[in-house]
């Protein structure tokens, strides 16, 4: 097999003076923070649909970038090269994993038969890589939005037949996820949502939905699917509402039907901004519920009110995410790069200049993170903002032993209570510039 990617070298780190365009100037991978190296705090996953698919078609124009890697679209010949690109990519820059959908790296029959027969074809090549390389699979998933079949959604379909070919779907990629060894399986709402109540029994197809996912977790553990399930949350696009708006939401969900134990969050920046959240808001929502697992890290735009996917470069959002992280214990998923180039960056240095700029606002956002959690001024002023609650009656409330009666009285007699003290956010967004900035 010969280069694909041949004016690009292995993609080394030469730190923060570098000018080296493909170079890391923040990603070191062995470098050691709060006792791990980078590189097992952030686990990175190429997302196979956005860096060997798309090629920037959208509503206004076709295809900016070749993506045929030499071969004629549609093929198998060209899912292969597909797969040879990618691997390419990801050891040239040291991303160790992989995300897919069904349809990312086969082309999809008109039978799904033959669907099905591709993929156990290309997923036997893809294992071959794998070996060669140790790179491994992050999270697998099956694309049930992009065929018309599914236009009323997958599991929220209002025909039983289409319902039946969502089931199929998912029952391969987790063969295919199982077969390459992934850590994950995602559901993401794709058209799970409805445009308008005039045609639409919610109950109805939030039940069809929770029991498609009951069904993936059945089967899955009976194949030996030993990871975890990740709803990844999203407010709207492409339908109005869509169900699974929010980790609260999402969570909620789960509870009620049951699946809390099987499925974490897998939380996409710029769909937590899409609900009107910050990313480490979301980010923290799931870390409270034990279900934070994994992410799609990529950026919005907060001009535009939809999921441009952006690459990372924001370092204040990549550092209050490793906050989150880093206070969570880390993920027992990774970062997918669920990110494409913008529409004009259509060249192959672009796609590696994407990644190093997405990897370094990872790295750097990690250091930085680090930094706020040792500098402690943060975690102090929140342990001091709760501390009428460590002891008296304070105490008493967080134990659960007082009554409505007893804590009015006890209004009763103070009269009026002092105020709080003082948020002091604007103390605290000093100390996370000077973290971030300090020492120019
Ligand atoms: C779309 C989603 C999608 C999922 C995988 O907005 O982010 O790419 O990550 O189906
Ligand atoms: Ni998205
Ligand atoms: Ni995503």
Redesign the pocket.
């Known amino acids: 097999m010969s280069e694909i990617f041949k004016n690009i070298p292995v993609i080394p780190y030469e730190g923060p003076a570098s000018a080296n365009p493909l170079a890391f100037k923040y990603y070191d991978a062995d470098r050691v923070i709060m006792g791990k190296p980078m590189k097992e705090h952030l686990p990175f996953a190429m ?1 196979w ?2 860096n060997l698919c798309a090629a920037g078609t959208d509503m206004f124009g076709r295809d900016t970038a070749d993506k045929s890697f030499g071969c004629e679209k549609g093929s198998m010949e060209h899912a292969k090269a597909k797969v040879d690109a990618g691997f390419e990519f990801m050891q040239k820059l040291g991303v160790n994993y992989f ?1 897919f ?1 069904d349809v990312d790296i086969v082309p999809e029959a008109d039978d799904i038969k033959e669907t099905n027969r591709r993929l156990d074809e290309i997923s036997d090549y893809i294992l071959e890589k794998m070996n060669a390389t140790g790179i491994k699979c992050l999270w697998g ?1 099956a ?1 049930m ?1 992009s065929n018309p079949r599914f236009m009323n959604g997958a599991g929220s379909t209002n025909s039983a037949d289409v319902y039946c070919f969502a089931a199929a779907q998912v029952k391969k990629a987790l063969d295919i996820t199982v077969k390459l060894g992934g850590k994950g399986y ?3 709402g ?1 058209r799970e949502g409805y445009e308008t109540l005039l045609n639409t029994d919610v109950k109805f197809e939030q039940e069809n939905i929770a029991n498609l996912m009951k069904m993936a977790v059945a089967y899955g553990r009976s194949i030996g699917f030993t990871g975890d399930f990740y709803i ?1 949350p ?1 407010p709207k ?1 492409p339908m109005k509402h869509q169900y699974d708006f929010d980790a609260a939401t999402a969570i909620g969900f789960l509870r009620q039907y049951g699946l809390d134990k099987d499925f974490k969050m ?1 939380i ?1 920046a ?2 937590a901004t899409l609900a009107g959240h910050t990313f480490q808001h979301d980010l923290r929502i799931s870390a409270i519920n034990g279900m934070l697992g994994s992410i ?1 890290a ?1 950026q919005g735009d907060y001009l535009l009110g939809w ?1 441009t ?1 952006e690459f990372p470069f924001d370092v204040y959002e990549t550092t209050m995410c490793m906050y989150e992280v880093l206070k969570a214990g880390g993920l027992t998923g990774g970062f ?1 790069f ?1 990110a494409k180039n913008r529409r004009p960056s259509y060249t192959v240095e672009d796609m590696f200049h994407a990644y190093i700029l997405g990897m370094d606002a990872f790295a750097l956002g990690l250091i930085k993170a680090a930094k706020l959690i040792e500098d402690g001024r943060i975690d102090a002023f929140i342990k001091e903002r709760y501390a009428s609650y460590s002891e008296g009656i304070g105490a008493k409330i967080r134990a659960g032993e007082t009554t409505l009666e007893e804590l009015a009285a006890r209004a009763e007699a103070m009269g009026a209570p002092a105020l709080p003290g003082s948020g002091r956010q604007e103390y605290l967004e000093s100390i996370v510039n000077s973290v971030l900035f300090g020492g120019c």
Do not use: I, L, S, Y
């Open positions: 997302a649909w956005h995300c959908h998933t694309n939005f995602v559901f993401w794709g990844e999203k696009e897998n996409e710029n769909h799609d990529n999921d996917d997918n669920d």
